[in-house]
């Protein structure tokens, strides 16, 4: 009779917990939508009100801030995540390990500056953008970066304490602000790619100083570096470094080819039919900030392989409804950027299912760093190195077009090799699991 109410008790209390997060992904979904459509608002107003070489200037910054953070996290964020998931229910060592990571990103953030500035695809476009120019927007996209590298952080604080309704909340505040100020600017005709980025760059800030004053209230700011979490954090950032620069390379080679091969208004084209394929980040957000912080808990081979096919199903949906309403609807959808973008009907199902394929490589590459399983970069790199060889011989890098389909064909080998990695170390874990099991049982079976 005990045994019974006990198994009745552990399935009720697995649906309540089953619902509380089925509230929790609907109430952080349907906010995070909304900021992630009135981010979109903002973006399709800047494509609108700015000249297509204008906006390939604007591209061309926001890569070098992405790449700039990219180099300057170096895993640290995904350490953040497999170290605190051990120890979430602990405010002085998740303190420690905020600090920790803090300081470590300080040291990396020269190198990203270094590595990325001079591989800014501007370099290759030269002729078309003044020294000044450059400058202004190499700048902009370093201070961008810091900013935005501080708010990845401390985000991974409401992840591990599972509120990411607070960072839903900011999102939006965020999206709010950045649109309204860019609409202000475009309906008195001073919208600039100057002040499209730094009123981007204000709207980080104003997210970043919400957040911060969140975190204080939860754990100490001022807690000291902690050696242990330190040299986890280094073995793991120098573990995922190598593939840190070669996921930089992969993520930034389709805008390093349009300005290799072509002009500005081909980076434009490119970052614009991107744009409307950021629907797909919803989902991204959700699985972040929601699904993977309790799947770094997560212990049981069987339960850690559902979370991993819940999160691949859940995207390979939403982009596919994405690239279907793309191959019915372009015209539709291109007028939203403008009459500049109606003649790329062909490009724009094949960039919609590289933006859906592209968030899925990064979802299955966060989905394995998030338990701190990093491929080594003596295997990743060379792998993918070959397939990029491979597909810069077959496809038509002179068009917009075999430019997107390489970008389609490199995400589904990285998706299918991230796929083979964490199936392998889901069988490692069962592995140790039921030799963990056995050895407790036949302890228990020794003792008189």
């Known amino acids: 009779m ?13 649906r309540i917990e089953y619902l509380r997060v089925g509230v ?33 200037y604007f591209v061309l910054a926001a890569t070098a801030a992405s790449a700039i953070t990219v180099v300057a996290d170096s895993g640290i964020t995904s350490g953040l995540s497999a170290i605190g998931g051990r120890i979430w229910n602990d405010a002085k060592s998740i303190g420690r390990l905020l600090a920790t990571a803090m300081f470590l990103q300080r040291r990396l953030f020269l190198l990203g500056i270094l590595v990325a500035i001079p591989m800014m695809p501007g370099v290759f476009v030269a002729k078309e953008i003044m020294l000044g120019t450059m400058c202004g927007l190499g700048a902009i996209a370093v201070v961008t ?35 309204a100020l860019i609409g202000l600017l475009a309906v008195t005709s001073l919208l600039s790619v100057y002040s499209a980025l730094l009123f981007g760059l204000a709207a980080i800030f104003l997210q970043l100083h919400l957040l911060q004053r969140w975190v204080r209230g939860k754990v100490s700011l001022n807690a000291d570096i902690d050696p242990g979490f330190k040299v986890r954090m280094q073995a793991l950032g120098a573990r995922q470094l190598p593939g840190t620069l070669f996921y930089l390379f992969q993520g930034h080679l389709l805008i390093f080819l349009a300005g290799l091969f072509g ?17 797909v980040a919803i989902c991204v957000s959700i699985l972040n900030d929601v ?17 991993y096919v819940f999160m691949m199903m859940l995207l390979v949906a939403a982009g596919s409804l994405l690239v279907l309403v793309a191959a019915l609807l372009p015209s539709p959808m291109l007028w939203i950027l403008g009459e500049q973008y109606l003649h790329l009907e062909r490009e724009l199902p094949v960039a919609i299912a590289g933006a859906a394929l592209s968030t899925l490589a990064m979802a299955a590459h966060g989905f394995n760093t998030s338990r701190g399983w990093i491929l080594h970069g003596t295997i990743a790199v060379p792998v993918g190195l070959a397939t990029h060889a491979v597909l810069l011989y077959v496809c038509d890098l002179g068009s917009i077009g075999g430019l997107l389909l390489m970008s389609c064909l490199a995400s589904v080998a990285s998706i ?24 407790r049982s036949g302890e228990s079976q020794l003792k008189p």
């Open 2 to 14: 005990v045994e019974a109410k006990a198994k009745h008790y552990g399935r009720l209390t697995k």
């Open 24 to 56: 929790s992904i609907l109430h952080y979904a349907s906010l995070q939508s909304l900021a992630q459509i009135i981010s979109i608002l903002s973006g399709i107003v800047i494509i609108r009100h700015l000249l297509p070489q204008e906006y390939g």
């Open 145 to 179: 970066a810091y900013l935005q590298l501080r708010l990845t952080t401390f985000s991974g604080v409401p992840r591990l304490l599972l509120e990411p309704g607070t960072l839903a909340v900011i999102n939006l505040t965020g999206s709010v602000v950045r649109l």
């Open 263 to 279: 002009t500005t208004e081909s980076i434009a084209n490119i970052g614009a039919l991107g744009r409307l394929g950021i629907l």
């Open 291 to 307: 699904i993977q912080p309790r799947f770094t808990r997560l212990e049981q081979p069987d339960q850690i392989w559902r979370s």
């Open 416 to 439: 299918l090799f991230s796929a083979c990695y964490t199936y392998y170390n889901i069988c490692l874990h069962a592995k140790a699991a039921y030799g963990l099991t056995a050895g």
